[in-house]
C-alpha cells in the first residue's frame, strides 16, 4: 500500500511538471500559451519585483535603496562573512543589477544583483571590517542604513556611473570576496590563498542533491582530485584525495579516528549544510590524518528573522524492466528552522532519507555489500545554540546525530565465485533476521563548543572543544572456506575528545601571526568478527535468513593514539600584488596497545605464536611550509607551495596478520607515522564571465602506507617509500545571462618501491582513481525554470594491472545526469535524473574491488529519478 501511495504521489509530481513545461513545436504555439502563461502568473503572485535601485548619502553614510511598493514584504536572510555584510531576499527579482565601488570611504564595494530566479543578494563589503548596517521600510521601498564615519563619507557617485550594467549578464557583476577558513584556519580571501582549494556552496548542494542525497556522490562529481561517485561500496573503500586518505571535519571538529570505520560522509545530511570546502594536499595547518587533504563541512548558520525550510521528495529506479518498480521506492522528509532572538541564535534540522533497492541499467536488482547503500533508513539530527556576548565574544554549542539502520533483504549470491572467468555479482534474496546482535547500523555523535573573542590584548581567540563517537556494524556474509572460514561480519566502535586553541595576532597592518595548539585523544575499541550458528543459518531459508550470534573474536585490537601539535603560521602582504606565507608545527603522539593475540598471521593462517606484549610509543617530529601568490595581473595570479604532513597511519591496518614473534618496540616500523612532503605549483583566472585553475603536484613520503590484494581475497598492507603526482584543471564560463558551461580534469598516479631499490611501481585503483572528466552546461530556460546537463566520464587505468597490484584492468565509463528546477509558489520543485541515457557499467570500486573478490563486482544504478520540493517561508 506504502509504495503505490509513493507511485501515486510520484506521478501526480510528474504530471504538474509535465503540464507547466513550455513546448517548442511551433505548429503548437497557440496550444502551449496556456502552460506558459500559468508560470508566470505563479511566478508574479510569489515574486515581488524590484524595479530600481538607488544608492544615496545621509548624515551617518549611506543608504542602499531597492526600490518596490512592496518593501514590507521583502524579508532579508543574513549570511553575513568577514568584512561581507550579505544577505539574500527570497522571493524577489531585480530588474536591473546595481554595482557601486567605494561609495564611502570604509566601504569597497556595493553590489545588488540576482542570485538566482528567486532570490536577490545585497553585499556591503567593508574595507577592514563588517560594516553596521540596519533596515528600515518606507514608501519608496527596502532601505539599508550603512553607518560610517560621517567625514569620510564621499559625494553622491555621478549618475553616469549609477546605472546598472544593463547590456552585459549577471555573470559580469563583481560578486563579493569569497571568503574560506579551512586553509588557514582564518578567513581569508580564496585568492591570496597558495594552494588548491575547491569550495562547494549551498546553491551546488541543493543542484547536486536533486539526483542524490548521498554527500560521497556530491563531492565525487564536483571536487577536483577526489576518487568519483562510490555510493555501493564505500564502507569498505573511502575515496581517496589525490591519492591519499583524507581527513573528514564538521565545523573545524575531525570525524574520523583511527579504526576500521571509514563512513563519516554518512555523519551528515546535506540539508544541514551551509557549504563545503577542500584544501587539496597534504597539510600541517590541522595536523593528524591529513595526509590527502581536508574536506571541512560547515554547517548551516542562523538567520536574522525566523526562517523555516522543508523538503520532501520521492525517488525511484527508471530505466529497464525496473521502471517505477515498486521495490525501489525511496522518500526524503526534511524540516528545519533558524533566527536570532537578541543575544540568542539558533538552528535546527531534522532529516530522514528512506533509501529503496538499486536496480541496474537491465532492471535486474543489485546487491551490496556494506551498511550505507539501499534499503536503509538514515536520520540527521542537527542543533546549533549561540550566544554573543557583547560585539566581541560569542559561545555556540552545536551537537550532531546521525544514524543509519538497514534491512538486509538481498545479498551477493556465493555462486558468483565458483563460476569460471570475471563474473558481476547476482542478487539473491535473503531476508537476513540478527538474533542476539543489532541489524547493521552505523551511528554517530558530534558534540562541539565554540568560543571566540575579538578584543583579547589586540589579538582575535577561538577556543573549541569536542566529543565525538560512532560505530558501525556490517553485513554477515557467509565466508566458509575462505580464510575467514565462518558465517560473520565486523563490528566496530571508536570515541574521541580534544580541544583546539588559536590566536590571531596582527604584528604590523601587512603582517599576521596565527599560532595555537591542538589536542585530541581516540579511544579505538575491539573491531570484533561477530560469529554466527551455522546450523541456525543452515537451517532457514532465504525468507527469513536466521543470524544467530554464538560469540565473537577480536580481529583488531583496542588501542588509544592521542596527539598534541603546536603551530604558528605567519602570513606576509609583502604589496598588492605578492603574499608570502610560512609556518611550523611540532607534532607529537603517544600509542599504546593491551596485550593482544592476532587472529592470523602473515600468511593468513590461523595465529599460532606467542601473544603480543602491549606496549606504549611515542613519536614526534616538526614540519614546515611555505607559500607564495603573486598577483600578475588583477584577474590572473600565479601560486607555489611546499607542506609537509605528519601523520600516524591506519593503525588497525597493521595490527593484524603478523609474523609470529612479533613485536611492537621491535618492529615499530610498521606503526611509525608517515611523514609528506608535497610539491604544488598552479594559475588562477578569474575575469568578468570566465574563471580557469590549473595546478600540479607531487608528493613523497619516505614510510607510506599502500596495498596489495592477493588471491584469497585478503589484503596486505606495505610500508615502504611511496610517491603520487598529477594535475588538476577547471574551467567556468558564464556565455550570457541565462547560459553557462564548465569542465573539470583530474589525473593523478601513485607508486611505491617496495624493495626499496629505486624502483618504483603502479599503487592499486582503490588507492589512486583514474582520469576524471567532469563537464555541464547549464540554462536559465525562463526566469523561474532551469536546466542542467552534466557528465561524468573515467578513464581506463591497466597500470595496477601490469604492476600485479590490480587483478583487473579498469574500463571507462560515461554516466550523464539531468537536473531541472522549477519555481512553484515560493517554493522550488526539482526533477533530477541519474544515469540519464541508462548506461549500463562498473563503478572503479566495484571493478577494482571485483579482481580481488567477484562479490564486489557490481554493476551501478541505471536510470533513477529523483522529485524534490523546496520551499522556505
Avoid: C
Wanted: proline fraction near 5%; aromatic fraction near 8%; hydrophobic fraction near 35%.
Amino acid at each position: 500500500m506504502a509504495s503505490q501511495m509513493q507511485r501515486l504521489v510520484l506521478m501526480t509530481i510528474l504530471a504538474l511538471v509535465l503540464i507547466n513545461l513550455p513546448g517548442r513545436a511551433e505548429d503548437k504555439k497557440q496550444e502551449i500559451d496556456k502552460p506558459v502563461t500559468t508560470i508566470k502568473q505563479l511566478l508574479s503572485q510569489a515574486q515581488i519585483q524590484i524595479t530600481n535601485v538607488k544608492l544615496q548619502t545621509t548624515d551617518k553614510g549611506i543608504e542602499i535603496i531597492l526600490e518596490t511598493n512592496q518593501g514590507e514584504k521583502l524579508r532579508p536572510v543574513n549570511k553575513s562573512e568577514g568584512n561581507v555584510y550579505l544577505v539574500e531576499i527570497p522571493n524577489a527579482q531585480l530588474t536591473q543589477e546595481f554595482r557601486q565601488e567605494n561609495p564611502a570611504s570604509g566601504i569597497t564595494l556595493v553590489t545588488v544583483s540576482n542570485s538566482d530566479v528567486n532570490t536577490i543578494r545585497v553585499a556591503v563589503t567593508g574595507e577592514t571590517k563588517l560594516p553596521q548596517v540596519e533596515l528600515f521600510d518606507s514608501d519608496e521601498g527596502l532601505i539599508f542604513g550603512v553607518e560610517v564615519a560621517a567625514s569620510s563619507v564621499s559625494p553622491p557617485p555621478q549618475p553616469e556611473t549609477q546605472q546598472p550594467q544593463t547590456e552585459q549578464p549577471s555573470a559580469e557583476v563583481d560578486e563579493p570576496i569569497e571568503l574560506v577558513v579551512t586553509a588557514t584556519r582564518t578567513e581569508e580571501d580564496i585568492t591570496n590563498i597558495p594552494r588548491s582549494v575547491t569550495v562547494i556552496t549551498r546553491e551546488e548542494i541543493e543542484k547536486q542533491s536533486a539526483i542524490s542525497n548521498d554527500l560521497g556522490d556530491i563531492l565525487g562529481r564536483t571536487v577536483p582530485g577526489l576518487g568519483p561517485p562510490n555510493s555501493l561500496n564505500r564502507a569498505g573503500n573511502a575515496q581517496t584525495l589525490r591519492g591519499r586518505p583524507v581527513s573528514i571535519l564538521i565545523d573545524g571538529v575531525p570525524q574520523q579516528g583511527n579504526s576500521f570505520v571509514n563512513t563519516q560522509l554518512e555523519y551528515i545530511s546535506p540539508d544541514a549544510i551551509e557549504r563545503i570546502e577542500v584544501v587539496r594536499g597534504p597539510t600541517a595547518v590541522f595536523g593528524q590524518g591529513a595526509s590527502g587533504g581536508v574536506i571541512n563541512i560547515i554547517t548551516r548558520k542562523p538567520t536574522e528573522g525566523f526562517t523555516s525550510t522543508a523538503q520532501v521528495g520521492v525517488s525511484a529506479a527508471a530505466g529497464g524492466d525496473a521502471f517505477l518498480g515498486e521495490n525501489s521506492f525511496g522518500n526524503y522528509l526534511q524540516y528545519g528552522f533558524s533566527g536570532k532572538d537578541g543575544i540568542f541564535d539558533y538552528v535546527f534540522s531534522l532529516s530522514r532519507n528512506s533509501v529503496g533497492g538499486f536496480f541496474d541499467a537491465d532492471g535486474s536488482r543489485i546487491p551490496s555489500n556494506n551498511a550505507t547503500s539501499d534499503d536503509t533508513v538514515s536520520t540527521n539530527v542537527l542543533g546549533k545554540i549561540g550566544i554573543d556576548i557583547g560585539e566581541q565574544q560569542r559561545l555556540q554549542f552545536s551537537v550532531n546525530r546521525g544514524n543509519n539502520s538497514r534491512k538486509i533483504k538481498f545479498i551477493a549470491d556465493p555462486i558468483t565465485r565458483t563460476i569460471p572467468g570475471l563474473q558481476t555479482t547476482r542478487a539473491l534474496r535473503e531476508n537476513q533476521v540478527y538474533e542476539g546482535t543489532d541489524a547493521p547500523r552505523i551511528t554517530s555523535t558530534s558534540v562541539n563548543l565554540n568560543y571566540t573573542n575579538d578584543a583579547v590584548f589586540g589579538s582575535k581567540l577561538q577556543a573549541q572543544a569536542y566529543y565525538r563517537s560512532s560505530e558501525e556494524l556490517g553485513v554477515g556474509r557467509d565466508d566458509r572456506g575462505r580464510f575467514a572460514d565462518a558465517i560473520n561480519r565486523f563490528r566496530s566502535e571508536e570515541e574521541a575528545f580534544g580541544g583546539r586553541l588559536q590566536i590571531q595576532t596582527p604584528l604590523s597592518t601587512s603582517v599576521s601571526l596565527l599560532w595555537g595548539a591542538d589536542y585530541e585523544k581516540q579511544q579505538e575499541g575491539d573491531t570484533r568478527q561477530e560469529i554466527f550458528d551455522p546450523v541456525a543459518f543452515d537451517a532457514s531459508n532465504n525468507n527469513r535468513r536466521i543470524l544467530r550470534k554464538i560469540g565473537e573474536q577480536v580481529y583488531y585490537p583496542a588501542f588509544d593514539l592521542s596527539s598534541l601539535g603546536f603551530f604558528a603560521q605567519a602570513q606576509w602582504d609583502v604589496s598588492e600584488q605578492l603574499i608570502l606565507s610560512g609556518g611550523v608545527r611540532h607534532e607529537r603522539f603517544n600509542f599504546s596497545v593491551n596485550e593482544f593475540t592476532p587472529l592470523l598471521d602473515n600468511n593468513f593462517d590461523p595465529y599460532v605464536g606467542p601473544s603480543v606484549a602491549g606496549s606504549e610509543l611515542d613519536f614526534s617530529d616538526t614540519v614546515f611550509n611555505a607559500g607564495s601568490v603573486y598577483k600578475i595581473t588583477p584577474t590572473v595570479s600565479v601560486f607555489a607551495n611546499f607542506a609537509q604532513g605528519y601523520s600516524v597511519p591506519q593503525l588497525f591496518r597493521v595490527l593484524n596478520f603478523l609474523p609470529p614473534g612479533f613485536t611492537i618496540d621491535r618492529d615499530v616500523r610498521f606503526l611509525q607515522p608517515q611523514k609528506i612532503d608535497n610539491y604544488e605549483i598552479g594559475v588562477r583566472g578569474n575575469w568578468n564571465n570566465l574563471q580557469a585553475t590549473l595546478a600540479g603536484f607531487f608528493n613523497y613520503s619516505a614510510l607510506g602506507l599502500s596495498s596489495r590484494g592477493l588471491p584469497d581475497g585478503t589484503i596486505q598492507y606495505i610500508r615502504a617509500p611511496q610517491r603520487n603526482y598529477g594535475i588538476e584543471a577547471t574551467l567556468d564560463w558564464q556565455a550570457t545571462a541565462n547560459w553557462k558551461l564548465g569542465t573539470g580534469l583530474t589525473w593523478t598516479e601513485g607508486e611505491d618501491d617496495q624493495n626499496e631499490d629505486g624502483d618504483f611501481n603502479a599503487l592499486r585503483t582503490l588507492e589512486v582513481q583514474p582520469l576524471k572528466l567532469t563537464a555541464y552546461v547549464e540554462n536559465q530556460t525562463t526566469p523561474g525554470w532551469r536546466n542542467r546537463l552534466q557528465l561524468l566520464y573515467v578513464g581506463n587505468r591497466d597500470r595496477g594491472f601490469e604492476a600485479g597490484s590490480d587483478f583487473v584492468t579498469i574500463k571507462d565509463y560515461l554516466v550523464v545526469d539531468y537536473i531541472s528546477s522549477f519555481q512553484i509558489g515560493s517554493g522550488n520543485l526539482e526533477v533530477g535524473i541519474q544515469n540519464l541515457f541508462n548506461n549500463k557499467y562498473s563503478s572503479v570500486f566495484s571493478q577494482a574491488g571485483g579482481g580481488l573478490d567477484e562479490l564486489l563486482n557490481n554493476l551501478e544504478q541505471g536510470r533513477s529519478l529523483r522529485v524534490n520540493y523546496r520551499i522556505s517561508w
